[in-house]
C-alpha cells in the first residue's frame, strides 16, 4: 500500500489559510483506505497558531467515503522551521477529529514527491525492509522479559530500588550489546 496524489477541492482551507498550501493524498488500497492531507509552511509559528482550526476545518468539510476511512485521515504539516518540542508534542498527540504528523525543520518547503516519500515512510513505513533469519546462528538470542522480572522486590525500600535499578541497567545493558549485531 502507497499514498497517492489525489485532485480534491481544499477551497475551504485554501481560502482561509492563504499563506499554507495543501494537497490530499490517499491510499491505493481500498480495503484499507488512509486519506493525508499535507500543508506546507514557511514557520513554526503559522503550524502553532493554525493546527487546531485547520483540524476542525477538515472535521467539518473532509469526509472521506466509508465508515473505516473517517477513522484514518492523517493531517500531516511540513515545515520550514523547526517546532518547539513540547508544541510538537502537543499537536501529534492531541486526538481531536484527525491523526496529526508534524515534519519539521526541512529547511525548505519540499517538493511533492519528496513529502510524499516522508508520508510514505512516516504513516506506512514504505522505507521498512524485511530480511530473512537464519535459525540457529549464534547471533540468535531469546529474551524473554519474565526471567529478568521475575522475584522483582516492588516494595518502596532502598535495598529493593536498588535491586529494580540494577535489574532495568542490566537489561538495557544486554540490549545495547545485541541491538547492533545483523539479524
Known sequence: MHLLNKEHDLNFLHTKFKEMSFKLFVSNDEGSYISCVACWCESASQVVDNWSAIQNYLSVFYQPPGDIALWNIYLAFFCTETLP???????????????????????????????????????????????????????????????????????????????????????????????????
Do not use: C, M
Open 85 to 183: 518540542i513540547w508544541e510538537k508534542y502537543k499537536i501529534e498527540n492531541d486526538k481531536y477529529a484527525v491523526r496529526k504528523l508534524v515534519l519539521d525543520g526541512t529547511g525548505t518547503i519540499l517538493p511533492n514527491a519528496e513529502s510524499l516519500t516522508l508520508l510514505n515512510n512516516h504513516l506506512l513505513g514504505a522505507d521498512l525492509e524485511l530480511t530473512e533469519r537464519n535459525k540457529g546462528t549464534e547471533d540468535e538470542f531469546s529474551l524473554s522479559l519474565g526471567d529478568y522480572v521475575r522475584g522483582t522486590p516492588l516494595d518502596s525500600t532502598f535495598e529493593s530500588r536498588e535491586t529494580r535499578a540494577r535489574r532495568i541497567d542490566n537489561i538495557i545493558e544486554f540490549l545495547s550489546q545485541n541491538e547492533n549485531k545483523k539479524s
